[in-house]
């Protein structure tokens, strides 16, 4: 009703100024005002042209899918972007606090250099010091940023135009061909995190590059990872690297070798040289091509480089010096305990002498070695204060590191006869005192001489120049064997040695370097000779932390004894079994040793300057061709000694003159001589001893095994049985040798000792 009501009200239109009308005053309609159809109110739009029509959908289509695209990118790629902060910020929480970040140290090294500071080797967890960027050479950091990091001194510790460039590369190609981390990126990862490929670890990568890249300059990160990265073979860092495969410091690396190196990082187990020396060479010419065509080397440089000879390192390091390094190291952990910083250890080594020692038993071990079925030698050098300056410990170290100049314990055969022969002169024996080289026995025992002759009637002297082995079982009981045992510890022997009689050739068994310090005091007058090698061990600042105290020796024998023996053992080389290892314009002395079946073969000798031990055998003990001491080890260290002594003018040994080393010296004065002992006192009751006789140790167990002998040495038990010369008795006194010499098989013993029982007694 409301609306009808409203709809029949009248409404009067009403015009305002300006509306569409008439000049005149005329209502005018437009075609827009007219209604059309069938009564219909709505006015009716205006339709557009056709061809506006189709110009505005033909244009919709590709600039809408531009428009279209870039929308969804730019709406994505904030999604995105807050997806990766969102990351981001997640595992950056994960992290401690950068306040709190800082380099780690670095694995303590400990610097090996010889007498004159040229370095042996480094050792520790790396493998060799570090060095700042410019005491490189310039090489390596251009081959490295070359190869691995074009634009590392451009980016922020991250570099996007790389990654994309691998991401493409490995796209295109089907498979993982370039890495897109920078060497911020590697240091980062090198330093701080663990080796597994995963998301975390990867943000975790890129937030440490930022801070390295904030904290240090572009050249303080790249000597931080030249220092630290994997070459390889153990090898860690450019110093290690450098002296593993070309055997020499990283100041000094050429183009070519540089080249190398930085190839190595892509896979530094695979491309070792030591593993495969073709792939490392191909993957080096990359690396100069890299070079060429960043215009860091001419032409020229590239042709000369690509000259050189591959590069063939061994499996291991190699080089006589590292049994020396080994050596160093166990020294340096007892004597300043766990080492805690970079250190550099002095040592007594000569380089020039132990290069002469490594080629002389390299040269004998190939040729005449080869032939004679000798596979190992060791040789040690040691001047009269006991320091070491030349130490082989094998054939090869590459090979072995088992150092058999100081490890290895061997029979020293008649290399041990020096101390019987001593032991017997302070017990009043002199050189000129004669003992009968005869069929000797000692209880079951009868030892033989090395060509089973015997000579008769001979001196001391000749004796041991000779190496009757008759002889020097005597002794060893007119001096004792206690005694003979005492005497060697005092000189300088530590290994357990058995009282025994069969010790006068050399069974009980001891390691070359304790053999050939103990041979020292003969040559320098009387005096310990302990052996070492460390001389000072010093921080990197300067601090000593050790310095060795062996200035100021123990006398081990007098001056004269020292004497006496020079005077016997120059008759070693001069006339006896030492022969082949005479020295032009030289005195020198020393002793060949031999074990049964030819199993160790030694020589043991000296001059004014040098004393130094020979062995040659095989590791497994398998026997050699008829190889004895004054054969190849005789011949070794001549050829060492020879060059050892190249320069130097002649001195003689000690209480020798300049002209025949054996008529130069008298028998010592102060040893009385045989005919000259004392007659029978109290103390000698006491002890059961008379002039001339000592009472037996206890003799263990020896087996024909282990002492060089011919034939089989069973414990001597009792007394020993002494036939007395004819005309002569035990109550007449002089020496009575305690054994059997000259007797035929079966005959009985002599009769029993007087003891104090018996003098008591009245018998």
Request: aromatic letters at 6%.
């Amino acid at each position: 009703m409301t609306g009808r009501k409203r709809s029949s009200e009248r409404v009067d239109p009403f015009f305002e100024s300006g509306s569409r009308s008439g000049a005149n005053g005329e209502l005018r309609l437009s075609a827009s005002d007219r209604v059309t159809g069938s009564g219909s109110k709505r006015a009716a739009k205006p339709q557009r042209p056709a061809r506006k029509k189709g110009r505005r959908r033909s244009g919709g289509g590709f600039l809408g899918l531009i428009r279209f695209a870039a929308y969804w990118t730019i709406v994505l790629g904030i999604w995105g972007g807050i997806g990766v902060a969102g990351v981001v910020i997640y595992y950056g929480a994960r992290m401690p606090n950068a306040s709190t970040w800082s380099i780690p140290e670095r694995p303590p090294n400990v610097k090996i250099v010889s007498v004159n500071g040229e370095t042996i080797a480094n050792r520790g967890t790396t493998g060799g010091e570090a060095l700042a960027l410019e005491d490189m050479s310039p090489y390596i950091p251009q081959a490295v940023v070359a190869i691995e990091d074009r634009r590392f001194y451009s980016h922020f510790g991250i570099d996007p135009l790389g990654l994309a460039r691998a991401m493409i590369t490995n796209v295109t190609t089907g498979r993982m061909v370039q890495g897109g981390s920078t060497l911020t990126q590697q240091l980062a990862k090198n330093l701080f995190l663990s080796p597994e490929r995963t998301l975390e670890r990867k943000v975790q990568e890129v937030l440490l590059a930022f801070w390295l890249e904030q904290n240090y300059t572009k050249d303080q990160i790249l000597a931080m990872y030249l220092n630290r990265v994997f070459f390889g073979s153990n090898a860690y860092g450019v110093e290690a690297a450098s002296r593993r495969y070309f055997n020499k410091s990283a100041r000094d690396v050429n183009l070519g070798e540089a080249a190398l190196l930085a190839g190595l990082l892509k896979a530094p187990s695979r491309l070792s040289p030591a593993r495969d020396p073709a792939a490392a060479e191909a993957r080096a010419q990359v690396v100069l091509g890299a070079m060429h065509d960043q215009d860091l080397i001419t032409d020229s440089e590239v042709a000369s480089a690509k000259s050189q000879p591959p590069t063939k390192a061994k499996s291991y390091w190699s080089g006589a010096q590292y049994y020396a390094a080994d050596m160093v190291m166990d020294e340096v952990k007892r004597l300043i305990g766990d080492i805690k910083q970079d250190i550099v250890v002095d040592t007594t080594l000569d380089m020039g002498l132990e290069h002469a020692a490594d080629r002389t038993l390299s040269t004998l071990l190939a040729g005449d070695g080869a032939k004679q079925g000798a596979s190992q030698a060791a040789l040690v050098a040691i001047d009269g204060t006991g320091a070491i300056r030349a130490l082989v410990g094998g054939r090869d170290y590459a090979t072995s590191q088992f150092n058999r100049a100081v490890r290895a314990k061997r029979q020293p055969g008649s290399a041990f006869k020096p101390f019987v022969y001593a032991a017997a002169l302070e017990a009043g024996v002199s050189p000129d005192s004669m003992r009968n080289d005869a069929r000797v026995r000692i209880g079951n025992w009868t030892p033989e001489n090395y060509d089973q002759k015997f000579r008769g009637p001979v001196t001391i002297s000749t004796a041991l120049a000779q190496s009757l082995n008759t002889i020097a079982a005597q002794l060893v009981m007119e001096a004792g064997p206690d005694q003979v045992v005492s005497f060697a510890h005092r000189m300088g022997i530590e290994s357990t040695l058995q009282p025994n009689a069969s010790i006068a050739l050399g069974t009980s068994e001891v390691s070359l370097t304790e053999l050939t310090a103990a041979y020292a005091p003969f040559m320098n007058g009387g005096y310990k000779a302990t052996p070492h090698i460390v001389r000072r061990i010093a921080s990197l600042d300067g601090k000593v932390l050790y310095e060795n105290t062996y200035g100021d020796p123990p006398r081990v024998l007098s001056d004269t004894l020292a004497a006496t023996m020079n005077s016997m053992l120059t008759r070693v080389v001069t006339e006896g079994t030492g022969k082949a290892a005479r020295l032009d314009g030289w005195q020198a002395a020393g002793k060949s040793g031999t074990t049964q079946s030819f199993r160790d073969a030694l020589f043991v000798g000296y001059t004014s300057n040098l004393t130094t031990g020979v062995w040659f055998g095989n590791d497994d003990g398998t026997p050699m061709k008829k190889v004895t001491g004054g054969g190849l080890p005789a011949r070794a260290w001549k050829e060492f000694m020879t060059a050892a002594h190249k320069g130097l003018s002649p001195s003689p040994l000690f209480g020798l003159g300049r002209g025949d080393p054996v008529a130069a010296v008298p028998p010592p004065q102060d040893i009385p001589a045989a005919h000259e002992r004392p007659q029978t006192s109290i103390l000698d009751i006491i002890s059961g001893v008379f002039p001339g006789e000592r009472e037996p140790a206890p003799q263990p167990r020896v087996t024909p095994e282990r002492t060089g002998a011919t034939t089989p040495l069973p414990p001597a038990s009792g007394g020993f049985e002494q036939p007395l010369p004819p005309g002569r008795s035990a109550a007449q006194g002089g020496p009575v040798p305690p054994a059997d010499v000259g007797a035929a098989p079966g005959q009985p013993p002599a009769g029993r000792r007087t003891t104090l029982l018996d003098v008591i007694l009245g018998n």
